[in-house]
């Protein structure tokens, strides 16, 4: 089965510790999709997002530094999980955030390409500078839900992902 896996650095104008929470708390997780988020905070703990179409299990949690999960969509091949890593430091002006996916369906990669971006990076550096999400982003995201509960998967993704 061949796989593909994606990389993103992202950089936040938050402590690394506000990182970590954001993506780790069920209510402040909901935030960024205005959906319920179920998130265990113990390794070995179960986690949903997105209304369920994100699921998953915490292999690894150090607080403030690093998160790895077992992870799948909707619609993915029956009982597979790619490997999520969340690798947080703090720099210069706040916290830098490496995001590493292996094991990503290749139907599915411009999907998540594009979606971390405008539904996990943009709506976490809005809340993290100014406490809120933008009409904007906000408009985004659901447009996202919508691809989602359709199931258009596929995105149009530049030469350069």
């Keep these: 089965m061949r796989t593909r896996t994606l990389t993103q650095t992202i950089a936040f104008k938050a402590s690394p510790r506000a990182v970590y929470e954001l993506l780790m708390d069920s209510r402040r997780h909901g935030a960024l999709s205005g959906t319920r988020a179920r998130i265990s905070g113990r390794a070995g703990g179960a986690f949903s997002a997105w209304g369920g179409h994100l699921t998953g299990y915490n ?14 969509a909707t619609g993915w091949w029956p009982n597979h999980y ?17 995001f590493t996916q292996i094991g990503i369906p290749p139907n599915r990669y ?12 943009t709506p976490m ?36 992902s």
């Design 59 to 72: 292999l690894v949690l150090q607080p403030g530094r690093k998160i790895v999960q077992a992870w799948r």
């Design 82 to 98: 790619s490997i999520v890593i969340f690798d947080i430091r703090p720099a210069r002006r706040g916290t830098r955030l490496k």
């Design 110 to 121: 411009s999907g998540h390409y594009r979606g971390w971006i405008e539904t996990y990076w």
């Design 125 to 160: 550096r809005e809340i993290l500078e100014t406490g809120k999400v933008s009409a904007l982003t906000r408009a985004r995201v659901r447009a996202d839900r919508a691809r989602i509960r359709s199931g258009h998967f596929r995105r149009k993704l530049s030469r350069d």
